[in-house]
């Protein structure tokens, strides 16, 4: 199994940027894809980002095509999610993902989920 533990939430004003972590640890993170996905308040929890285990394909929803970045340092064991030019439609608990047979993109998709990490993006 692999445990995942996201850092790098906190409260950012509108415009601003962030960069999430998360750190990987059990056996061989480097055969797994990985994820993020993002959870408002009354929300389902929805796709936001995916890599695969070589960098070599990358996902994006929509909503966040342009202004975030998804990337793995499988050296480090992390993968991580920079975002740009923040809204406060994107305040949500941010939860990291694995997954051991393909990038995921959909919550059946994920195979190991971290505790997730608040983001607040104010006005």
């Known amino acids: 199994q692999v445990q995942l533990v996201e850092s790098g939430g906190g409260l950012v004003q509108a415009g601003g940027s962030l960069r999430l972590s998360c750190a990987a640890s059990g056996r061989t993170f480097s055969s797994y894809d990985m994820g993020w996905f993002r959870q408002a308040p009354g929300k389902e929890r929805d796709f936001v980002a995916a890599i695969s285990i070589s960098g070599g394909r990358i996902y994006y929803a929509d909503s966040v095509k342009g202004r975030f970045t998804i990337s793995r340092d499988n050296a480090k064991n992390t993968v991580y999610l920079q975002m740009n030019s923040l809204k406060t439609e994107d305040t949500a608990v941010y939860y990291c993902?694995?997954?051991?047979?393909?990038?995921?993109?959909?919550?059946?998709?994920?195979?190991?989920w971290g505790k997730g990490t608040l983001v607040t993006v104010s006005s």
């Open positions: 993902a694995a997954s051991s047979f393909r990038t995921p993109r959909t919550f059946s998709d994920v195979s190991y």
